[in-house]
């Protein structure tokens, strides 16, 4: 069973930057996969980056298109923590941000513990 919590959500202007973390309690989290997705109201919750865990050949992270460059995700096996810094956000960025992990399988989807969300919001 793993639990995960987020933080560092909050206002930020256009252009700004925000680092989400996730803070994750279980054992073998190392070997866990991390996602972060993010979900507007009344839409589909949408995949934004994930990074494997180590029983992956390699590891490696994949994003969606609307965050390459801007984003940027890691993952503290130590301190069983994962992070995504957000860069040159934007209002279309604004929603609420999601992490969640699972063992093995494709990166973007199939995730089996979820956290309870942290508000980005992203003022013009």
């Known amino acids: 069973q793993v639990q995960l919590v987020e933080s560092g959500g909050g206002l930020v202007q256009a252009g700004g930057s925000l680092r989400l973390s996730c803070a994750a309690s279980g054992r073998a989290f190392s070997s866990y996969a991390m996602g972060w997705f993010r979900q507007v109201p009344g839409k589909e919750r949408e995949f934004v980056a994930a990074?494997?865990?180590?029983?992956?050949?390699?590891?490696?992270?994949d994003y969606a298109d609307s965050g390459k460059g801007r984003f940027t995700i890691s993952k503290d096996n130590a301190k069983t923590r994962g992070y995504l810094q957000l860069n040159d956000l934007n209002p279309e960025d604004t929603t609420v941000y999601y992490c969640?992990?699972?063992?093995?399988?494709?990166?973007?989807?199939?995730?089996?513990?979820w956290g309870q969300g942290t508000q980005v919001t992203v003022s013009s």
């Open positions: 990074i494997s865990g180590i029983g992956s050949y390699t590891v490696h992270a």
């Open positions: 969640a992990a699972k063992v093995g399988g494709p990166l973007r989807s199939g995730y089996r513990y």
